[in-house]
């Protein structure tokens, strides 16, 4: 859109900045946690700590800075929220950290859910894990530490765009002690190299932007039990955006390939993973080898369309995940091995018309198959956006996914055939500017054969009483019953396997509270408080018999009489009139967590700050699915909270 925006010109006599600014920090920090006697590392219910760093901004010319961070510390950032996860895919979160999203945009790589730059994988939590036993006490780091980090980014007055990121994260160990009072360490993250290369070129007015993307991530590992992990990933892409009839249409691709080596364990573990189940039964053509020592693939998006000029705007795009594509070392990919078809159209008023503002409403249908050239359905959604005169806004979609193929909801197993169905969703929100501010969204799902019904309503208000303050709330409550959720995978004594699945009912709550306190230009005080709580109960345990039958009811068997005793379930069915039984643990849950920062910061002189932060952790877990949201919440005051108390000096100065 920077083609329609203004230029400035008479600006004259700015003084020269010299375009070094350096801001060291020192840190002290107490944990406390509930008291462990004879656990050294929680006998006193406190750890005390300390930290030290360096940020720095680097004007290399006029046009290119370079950002540095060594050993930076980010405990002033909010927490993530809280989530329920019951599907085979990663959580994304959005990326909070200062030194990452500054200067972010040219670092965009993605299409749909992809993207070969994630930043939050760089400092990411150990991926090997080491817990407490009857024989042993353990303190494990909850962080990879970011030893450095260094950033360029700029833009020459020809129009090219470079962006560069340079990072290493150290070592990390898990300190163990035995009941004799002997520690030892246990490596649980290796180090590790990050490095992103991007460029962008931009010819005739912009009307041309050629680019290309480039990850590598290198993990040193120097012991055997860190060999499920990827030793040497790298990723790379070119993209093309092409404008033509002043600006009116458009061509829009991007082409990426991966790499990636490392041990049998590690490619076999990658094979096995979510994102490519390359063990599937029947997925002959994925070429699962456990004897694999790499993998590659390439994936990609080409669309073309009409952007600009007149009230209508419409666009056709095909993209392709190959199935050996992987990007998860440095970037985000939810699923390999697809292809999918998109056609969108839309008409958009930018002008008041009777009593909207704006106005767009568009249809989008996408059909996807897999590289065995198996359809996996398609689906088609309806969407309106507007604003009114009075400045509130509406959002509001139907959708329709028909009968597809899900190659991941058995977890590695059958792809099996699931019912159509049929969404709605929709958002209100008033005006923006006012003193107070308030949403309220619903969103509903139903699916055929009456398998599965899910809905949602969230509502919030924020309220500005005075320009000092600003105080907000949000509150959200779902309620989810599917007869296809995934259990477990049961191995029986002749070696065959069980799918399990059984009919959840879900029930979630969500509230967030904000508080933003300005008292003067120097010193705010924010609050963020958010207590969580998700409980399901599962009945009709059943297993998966015939996944891609078109009759609904012959896709599985429902167990009967099923035995529960001592927090497992023992599941009886019958095989040539021989019984066959496998065990699963109950999968009942009330999962309880209560999230809350407070960060009070002080400019005691120019550009440097004090932070004082109070971050507190309540997360608790149990199988009392039919508890009232009452007696759930009282879970949380069970549980004793892990806070961190910190206090941080940054000193800013420039040379």
Known sequence: MLYNFGEIYGIKGLKKSKRLEVMPFVLGD???????????????????????????????????????????????????PSVMNLTAFETFYEEKRPFFLEGLTIFDYKFDRQNLFYSRRIGHSPTYSVYDDNEHFVKAPDMTTILDAVKLSGTTSGGLSVGLIQSVTGNEYARITDLDGNETRQKVEPLTNYMVGRVQQGYGAGNTIIGGMFTSTNRFIEDDHLNFMTRDAFTGGFDL????????????????????????????????????????????????????????????????????GGFWKYSTAISWLTPGLEMNDLGYLRTADQIENQNKISYLIVKPVSIF??????????????????????????????????QWSLNAEVAYHSQDIDTRLLRGGYD??????????????????????????????????????????????????????????????EENQDELQYVATGDTYQNSKRYILGTIDQKTLNLIFRVDLNLTPEFSVQYYGSPFISKGSYSELKRVTAPDS???????????????YNGTYFLTDYDDNLPTVVSVSNPDFNFHQFRSNLVAKWEYRLGSYVYFVWSSDRTGSNNSSGASFRDSYGYLGDVFPNNIFLVKLSYWFSL
Do not use: C
């Open 30 to 80: 107490l944990k406390t946690m509930k008291k462990d006697p004879g656990n050294p590392y929680a006998e006193n219910g406190r750890i005390w700590g300390g930290n030290a760093g360096l940020d720095a901004k680097i004007g290399i010319s006029s046009n290119f800075t370079v950002d540095l961070t060594v050993n930076p510390d980010f405990g002033q950032v909010e927490s993530d």
């Open 241 to 308: 955006l092409h404008h033509w009839k002043d600006k009116k249409f458009f061509v829009n691709a991007k082409i990426m390939g991966s790499y990636v080596k490392g041990s049998r364990e590690a490619i076999t573990a990658l094979q096995e993973s979510p994102v490519h189940y390359f063990q599937r039964p029947g997925a002959n053509y994925l070429n699962y080898d456990n004897s694999r020592t790499s993998l590659s693939g390439s994936g990609g998006k080409i669309e073309i369309g009409k952007g600009a």
């Open 357 to 390: 503002r704006t106005f767009n409403i568009g249809f989008e249908e996408r059909n996807s198959w897999n590289f065995n050239g198996t359809s996996l359905g398609w689906d088609a959604e309806l969407a309106l956006t507007t604003m009114f005169n009075n």
């Open 416 to 477: 099996i055939r699931m019912p159509s169905a049929t969404e709605f969703a929709g958002t209100i929100k008033t005006d923006q500017s006012k003193k107070y501010v308030a949403h309220v969204s619903y969103q509903h799902m139903k699916a055929g054969n009456n398998s599965a019904s899910q809905w949602a309503v969230s509502s919030g208000i924020s309220v500005r009483p005075f320009s000092m303050l600003k105080l907000g709330v949000t509150a959200l409550y």
């Open 550 to 564: 078109k009759n609904y009811d012959e896709r599985f068997s429902i167990y009967q009489n099923p035995l529960l």
